[in-house]
Each structure stands twice: as structure tokens, then as C-alpha cells.
């Protein structure tokens, strides 16, 4: 079992979350492309910020959960729900239809 040490999270989720790929909004599409920079991985982050990998990774998931609001975690729920049993229903063609995402996201 792993034990995150809540100062360990406080002092680098912020530097976690600034630096990892998992983030799901594309923070970088608007700047110049010679601006932009790609996230990188949790071993990357490791070796930038001096801490090993897990513990990375530990960080940044439970940074990613303290990001979001339930609401958006229900919603994503509803939406892969949604996606599965129409795939189920009607195969992949009807699988990833606009209207299965706007009746997930209301």
C-alpha cells in the first residue's frame, strides 16, 4: 500500500498537474506553436522534479480527482455509461454520435 505524505502533495501538486499529459483540456491549443509545449510523463516529471515515479503518479492522480467536481466525474460516468450500451445496441457506428454527447452533458 502506498501512502502519499500530505505535505509531499501540497508542495508539488501544483508543479505535477502544470507538467503532466493527463490533463483533459488542451491548455496549449491557443498559443503560438512555437510556444507550446507537450506534457510530459510520470517519469518525466520524476526526474524533473527530483522524486520518484510513483510518487508522482500518486500525486498527480489525486490532484486530478481534487480538480474536478463530482458533477464532472457524474457526467463523464453517465457518458461512458451511455456509450457502452448504445455500442452494445448498434455497434461502433453509433457509438460516438453528437447526440450521445450532448445527451451526456445536458
Given at each position: ?68 467536481p463530482l ?36
Amino acid at each position: 500500500m502506498f501512502i502519499l505524505d500530505p505535505d509531499l502533495y501540497d508542495k508539488f501538486k501544483d508543479a505535477v498537474l502544470e507538467l503532466t499529459n493527463a490533463v483533459q483540456i488542451d491548455i496549449q491549443e491557443h498559443l503560438p506553436e512555437g510556444v507550446r509545449k507537450r506534457g510530459l510523463s510520470d517519469k518525466e516529471i520524476a526526474e524533473r522534479i527530483g522524486l520518484d515515479e510513483q510518487t508522482v503518479a500518486e500525486i498527480r492522480c489525486v490532484a486530478e480527482r481534487d480538480s474536478y467536481p463530482l458533477e464532472e466525474f457524474l457526467k463523464a460516468a453517465e457518458f461512458k455509461q451511455t456509450a457502452c450500451r448504445r455500442f452494445a445496441q448498434f455497434g461502433v457506428s453509433h457509438a460516438f454520435k453528437s447526440d450521445l454527447y450532448n445527451s451526456a452533458n445536458g
